[in-house]
């Protein structure tokens, strides 16, 4: 039996033949024989075995230390040591016969009692052993409180594993202790009994169970089987390795996909298939099996779960009658009635608001309680399940929380976890990252090791592929399509596409991959592609920085030479040759790196590609750190190449001086290990643990990594932003970024100077960018657009002649269609001014003077090198530069905030106007929704009291031209009303709570949804009301709602003639009165 094992585990090591047969000779026939003092023993041993004895051929005394082998015999020691170390403590979880051979883990298990005794109760000391001691066992094991047994069922299966009574447990009583917590924080009994009932549970004095509807997901069936895994294997029962077949089993059978009119095991059907498979498994433990063996022979030799998990057939749907709508106030959900009267008038559904609440308040019966007074009723977050982009395609999602998919990967993590242990991979790790280090991390020998093991896996799951790597080609390809096809992913295709070299899509369009979202795909525009001789101006500065660059990417395989230089590439490429321009970026405290230009030789505008990628983006981020703002994070960043195709690289030629420079590899984010190292690096371990795994998985498939941009730890820079994650997750400029910002804005910052339009651009393009994360700040763009586009200012003294040549080529508006030749005034140009007369109608401005007069005419040129900075424009730049200058934080983290149901509408007519609303807060204001218990403002405005600015695009003889910013005050006034009557707090961590509100105005909504408006005086109102949620961290979303369903806010914004009853039933003590003209000038104050 030992000479069996011992052979089996030089097997599993994948030592080879040579090797196994010097072993034996030397007499370590056993794994007992292979054991050595310490690491000084082993690596004598090692160069006994490789230099003297030559076991392995061309090994000599410089070159034995980094051979395969040496990784592959350190593997096998390590798996004597833990051998030696775990078959003592291994425990016998159940009694009768001894467990058949292969069926019994090498991992020790705690025993049954261990620290509580044979008749004590389990306490919360003697859990916190159990998981301690389950995750020393499993190191790749990390047990969260979501999959931490309760005391309740702990309690519960350790009382069956002292006593082998062994009875199936409802699903309902499989709770884990984040679900028991949440089940007890939902009781409503008095402060002294819940206290009782607290300690009681928290002993494991009293069952639990869950109080609600069990949850058919997948997700959460996969959280209830693996709690009563952990419960079973902490008490000793069993090893955790037989649960987890289980498990994986049955989510197999009760996730597959159906056919046609079929459907899936219910959660009902599906716990009734769990206890008769439980009730077979424990029928066995009676009959002296172990519950090991048990397990394994039911699930894997009988598959019983296939026949207890099959999909049942669908019945056909029964026709659904549309909804009444019922009569009642605003917004309110129509409910389905119990039955239905012949006659009665059938509508649509109605609209209901969007905060994802419960709405069985609103329905004013008398009879149904509602919430207690105070009570905050926090709305669920509805896009909580919503796919965030992580560049992985449009089947991916950034939250790997979601994966609920077998864990297809746990054995090969597991070998590789151990190795990492032995290698000292996470210190390695740590080390690589503080030095910033530029050479890689693991060692050909060990690449070549973690490939073996791959590949072994791969076999052993009866995927079989051909681990060499093809020449010119850095990465195992057929490992990596033998892992795609493991797990049926959907980009199956992408090996043999890198095997062939990725097409640049300018010879032929790309076709879509089904990765990505489909596109039309634009003709080609009629261009040639073309040759370009020299680099860009920073490169003809340091040609040698520039030259050294290129040969490191030659070097690293990703360029070529071409001696012959033009006539070369010609000869090869033919027609599709192109070279664009290469330049070099040199930033502070970076590195100097190269930019190539492939737009001026046309490249770029040739592409056509057939579908359009997404790439993640600081917003993702935020929704990602929302969704669970209670965790902390670590960051982990990960950059590879790709190879080009061959037969297409010529568009993608270079010159460097006077030698061409053919690019055959693009960098590109680290998107194809997104699955695969989703699921070999696992979720919820150690980050550390798992940057390591996912560094092991792709050096095994040898991805060729940019080891220097290598990142792990709280913050990190990703997608051009320094993140912070931990405390209160926040994202500011880099250094760099705001450096360039303060300089450019630092220009603007004087009133009446000029400034070029090629600089004014790179500053509001970076400010642009900038907004998307501080969205907050975007409204104040509105005056550097128009700066950056305004046309300046010039004059042109014109005799009768030139006039009248000028009236020929001018359009009505006054733009010069044509080129004048009796004067320089170009194409473009638009008359503003003739002498003193405004550009009107072209002949009565051209008889004012006679034609002897020459006359000074003003003009606008839209196509100026620079224009010049007014006064406000200047202020806008003062008011950006101070926020960059302070380093503003984008806060990352969102959370709802008070439940409430908020309404505001607008009126203008004539020289009147209107601003109106309400919002009512369930428990707070009560259990039933009528105008006696809302809270409501209404304010009249006359022309009069509106600020000059506000009407100076207008007339204010008519104020319903301006209805869109009216409707964006009242959402101001709504917005400041709630913020003085429900003072927000923020739990630690959360940085922007959402408020939600509802117009019947799109242009308000939009403006609001964009935080933008180009048109005044609607800008100046979102400016405003930007500025107010900024300084109170506020997300506010506006939502649309249709006007036949905002009657009571639209009452309020005309006044006590409009619905007189609703009027005489509003309150005037609950009247809320905000200085809405301060508001009005909030934004203008920066």
Not at 883 to 907: H, M
């Amino acid at each position: 039996m030992a000479a069996a094992a011992w052979s089996e585990m030089m097997t599993t090591a994948l030592v080879p033949e040579a090797v196994r047969k010097a072993l034996l000779d030397l007499g370590y026939n056993c794994a007992a024989s292979f054991s050595f003092k310490d690491e000084a023993v082993f690596l004598k041993f090692l160069k006994y075995l490789l230099v003297e004895k030559k076991v392995i051929a061309g090994v000599t005394g410089d070159t034995w230390e980094f051979q395969p082998v040496v990784g592959i015999l350190r593997s096998l020691w390590e798996s004597c040591k833990n051998k030696d170390r775990t078959n003592p403590a291994l425990p016998t979880p159940a009694a009768g016969p001894a467990p058949a051979a292969g069926t019994t883990s090498t991992l020790a298990i705690p025993a049954s009692g261990c620290g509580a005794g044979a008749n004590n109760r389990v306490t919360v000391l003697d859990r916190d052993k159990y998981k301690r001691e389950l995750e020393k066992n499993y190191p790749s094991l990390y047990i969260t409180p979501s999959s931490l047994p309760s005391m309740s069922l702990l309690q519960l299966v350790h009382a069956q594993s002292q006593q082998k009574a062994w009875e199936w447990i409802p699903w309902k009583k499989l709770l884990s202790d984040k679900a028991a917590t949440a089940v007890r924080g939902r009781k409503s009994e008095t402060e002294r009994d819940a206290i009782a009932e607290y300690l009681m549970a928290s002993s494991g004095m009293q069952s639990e169970q869950w109080d609600l509807d069990l949850s058919p997901s997948p997700f959460k069936v996969q959280g209830l089987l693996q709690v009563r895994a952990h419960a079973f294997a902490m008490t000793g029962a069993c090893h955790l390795g037989s649960w987890n077949i289980y498990v994986t089993k049955f989510l197999d059978f009760y996730a597959a996909e159906t056919a046609e009119h079929f459907r899936p095991p219910t959660v009902q059907e599906a716990e009734e298939a769990d206890k008769a498979a439980l009730q077979e498994i424990f029928s066995l433990c009676y009959r002296g099996e172990s519950l090991d063996d048990a397990l394994t022979s039911i699930v894997v030799d009988r598959d019983l779960l296939r026949h207890l998990l099959v999909p049942k057939p669908k019945l056909p749907k029964v026709p659904q009658i549309p909804k009444l709508l019922k009569d009642g106030p605003p917004l309110r959900p129509s409910r389905e009635p119990l039955k239905r009267k012949q006659g009665a008038e059938l509508v649509a559904d109605a609209k209901k608001p969007r905060t994802g609440e419960c709405f069985l308040w609103m329905d004013a019966d008398e009879s149904l309680e509602g919430p207690a007074a105070g009570t905050s009723l926090q709305p669920e977050r509805v896009a909580a399940g919503a796919r965030l982009k992580d560049g992985g395609g449009v089947e991916s999602s950034a939250d790997w929380g979601e994966d609920d998919g077998p864990d297809v990967f746990g054995e090969l993590r597991f070998t590789w976890l151990r190795r990492a242990e032995a290698w000292g991979l996470e210190e390695r790790l740590r080390q690589h990252i503080d030095g910033h280090s530029v050479t890689p991390m693991l060692s050909d020998g060990e690449s070549e090791v973690l490939r073996a093991d791959l590949h072994s896996f791969l076999r052993s799951n009866g995927v079989s592929c051909d681990p060499r790597v093809a020449d010119g080609q850095p990465p195992a390809l057929n490992l990596l399509a033998g892992m795609l096809q493991l797990f049926d992913d959907k980009d199956a295709r992408l090996p043999a596409l890198l095997a062939d070299g990725v097409p640049t899509g300018i010879p032929q369009t790309i076709p879509p991959s089904g990765v990505w979202k489909p596109v039309e795909v634009a003709e080609r525009p009629p261009l040639d592609l073309l040759i370009h001789d020299a680099p860009w101006g920073s490169g003809l500065k340091d040609p040698e920085c520039l030259l050294r660059l290129v040969q490191a990417d030659v070097d690293a395989g990703f360029a070529e030479w071409l001696p012959g230089g033009l006539a070369e590439a010609q000869k090869r490429f033919g027609q599709a040759c192109a070279a664009g321009r290469l330049g070099l970026v040199k930033k502070e405290g970076s590195e100097p790196r190269l930019v190539g230009d492939s737009t001026v030789s046309n490249a770029n505008r040739m592409c056509r590609i057939a579908e359009r990628i997404e790439l993640p983006s600081l917003l993702d981020a935020s929704a990602f750190l929302s969704r669970h703002p209670e965790v902390e994070w670590i960051g982990f960043l990960l950059d590879e190449r790709v190879k080009v195709s061959e037969a297409e690289r010529g568009s993608l030629s270079l010159r460097s001086q006077m030698v061409l420079a053919e690019y055959a590899g693009c960098a590109t984010v680290l998107a194809t290990l997104d699955a695969p190292g989703r699921r070999i690096g696992g979720v919820g371990r150690q980050p550390r643990w798992m940057a390591v795994i996912v560094i092991c998985l792709a050096v095994a498939l040898g991805v060729p990594l940019s080891w220097k941009k290598l990142r792990l730890g709280p913050r990190v820079k990703w997608v051009g932003w320094d993140i912070r994650l931990v405390d209160s997750p926040s994202a500011t400029l880099p250094e760099d970024k705001r450096a360039r910002l303060l300089a450019g804005l630092h220009c603007l910052l004087v009133p009446g100077k000029k400034v070029l339009r090629r600089e004014l651009e790179s500053i509001v393009g970076l400010l642009s960018w900038f907004t998307t994360g501080a969205r907050w700040l975007r409204p104040w763009l509105r005056q550097l657009f128009h700066l950056l586009h305004k046309p300046a200012l010039t004059m042109r003294c014109l005799d009768g002649v030139q006039r009248r040549e000028i009236l020929d080529l001018c359009s009505a508006e006054g733009i010069v269609g044509r080129a004048a030749q009796l004067s320089d005034i170009p194409v473009g140009w638009r008359i503003l001014q003739v002498g003193k007369h405004v550009w009107g109608e072209p002949e009565h401005v051209m008889q004012m003077y006679p034609d002897t007069e020459r006359v000074w005419c003003k003009c606008a040129d839209p196509t100026s090198l620079s224009v010049r900075i007014t006064a406000e424009e200047a202020q806008v730049a003062r008011f950006y530069h101070k926020l960059v200058e302070a380093n503003v934080q984008v806060r990352l983290v969102e959370r709802e905030g008070p439940s409430v149901l908020a309404c505001a509408d607008a009126f203008a007519r004539g020289d009147r106007a209107g601003v109106g609303g309400w919002w009512f807060m369930p428990g707070l204001d009560g259990n039933k929704l009528d105008p006696s218990s809302i809270r409501w403002f209404s304010f009249s405005i006359s022309a009069d009291e509106l600020p000059e600015w506000f009407c100076a695009d207008g007339d204010r003889s008519r104020l319903q031209s301006f209805i869109a910013a009216f409707e964006a005050l009242a959402q101001l006034v709504l917005c400041a009303g709630l913020l003085q009557a429900f003072p927000a707090e923020r739990p630690r961590g959360v940085g922007d709570l959402v408020l939600r509100q509802f117009c019947d105005n799109d242009g308000a909504v939009g403006a609001v949804a964009k935080w933008s408006a180009m048109k005044r005086p609607l800008s100046d109102v979102v400016q405003s009301m930007a500025l107010l949620c900024g300084r109170h961290k506020i997300s506010l979303r506006v939502s649309h709602v249709a006007g036949h369903r905002n009657q009571w806010a639209d009452a309020l914004s005309r006044g006590p003639s409009v619905l007189p009853d609703f009027w005489h039933q509003l309150q005037a003590e609950r009247r809320c009165f905000v200085d809405w003209q301060s508001l009005l000038e909030l934004g203008r104050r920066v």
